[in-house]
């Protein structure tokens, strides 16, 4: 089987529908559907996601993960208020992803520190109190929908917790493998100065998810580059994901050109190096 996919993130530049057809083209079989404009900026419900799911099958693709909307939609806000508006949003978006057929709903921990107004000395304990609290909430709508959530590692250098898998690991451990995983973003270990294969192996049987991208060290936001046009060793990072027997989907999550690529000519240079790193049919 191949379980290789790709993010929808990838055709920033496009509609869900031009997404799709980028996917397809450059042969991979399964998508990661970006919860955000100009993707799919609201849960789709009755015949719109019917529709919407015939339409991305008649394309040979399978909607295997969902990327619930980044920015504020965390499962940490330190504000009451704001964590309750999450918890709705997010539970539309776990129905969604089930009646979507998607295995993972991708979900930040914690919000950029860029979105919270009164960040003060006692923000980061009222975050780590709130994650599990919205997990508690959210959990039984994951097992319902036949969902897993997958908690993502973050590139914000800051106090916060929950930000590596050295944290997300125990976080995650407190509840049942079906509705709580992990998933890595190779290019945030990056650009924390980690090894991408630690934290791989830090995660363990508790991985269920990758956005596998390079890092360029030499330019200023350097993330999301794709494979091998970067400073990662990628024999490294698949020991790594083999040796804990990492079932997939290998996701790629690559958006940023290093010679003025198109988005489809990333997405055909990342199905290429997929195939050549052994990971396809």
Not at 29 to 50: I, M
Not at 56 to 82: C, N, Q, V
Not at 94 to 108: W, Y
Not at 164 to 179: A, I
Request: charged share 25%; net charge negative; with cysteine.
């Amino acid at each position: 089987m191949d379980n290789t996919s790709y993010s929808s993130a990838g055709f920033r530049d496009r509609g869900i529908e031009e997404a799709l057809d980028g996917v397809a083209a450059a042969g991979f079989p399964q998508v990661e559907v970006q919860g955000q404009s100009p993707h799919v900026a609201e849960p789709l419900t009755g015949q719109d996601l019917v529709a919407f799911r015939r339409r991305i099958e008649a394309r040979g693709l399978k909607a295997r993960s969902i990327h619930a909307p980044a920015g504020r939609a965390i499962l940490g806000a330190p504000d009451e208020e704001w964590r309750k508006r999450n918890m709705e949003l997010l539970g539309r978006y776990l129905q969604f992803a089930g009646e979507l057929g998607a295995t993972e709903m991708v979900v930040h921990p914690v919000p950029n520190p860029i979105f919270v107004d009164d960040d003060g000395p006692e923000t980061p304990q009222k975050i780590r109190d709130a994650v599990p609290r919205t997990l508690d909430d959210l959990a039984p709508v994951a097992e319902a929908a036949g969902v897993r959530m997958t908690l993502e590692n973050l590139p914000y250098h800051c106090a916060y917790p929950y930000l590596t898998m050295k944290e997300l690991r125990p976080l995650v451990d407190d509840y049942p493998e079906g509705q709580v995983g992990l998933i890595l973003d190779s290019g945030h270990v990056g650009l924390h100065d980690m090894d991408p294969a630690e934290e791989i192996r830090t995660a363990g049987s508790r991985l269920r998810g990758t956005h596998l991208h390079d890092v360029d060290y030499n330019v200023e936001d350097g993330d999301h580059r794709a494979p091998e046009h970067g400073g990662f060793d990628w024999g490294k990072i698949r020991e790594a994901l083999i040796d804990i027997a990492y079932p997939g989907p290998w996701t790629f999550e690559v958006i940023v050109p290093n010679n003025d690529e198109t988005p489809d000519e990333l997405a055909r240079i990342t199905r290429d190096f997929a195939v050549g790193w052994g990971i396809t049919d």
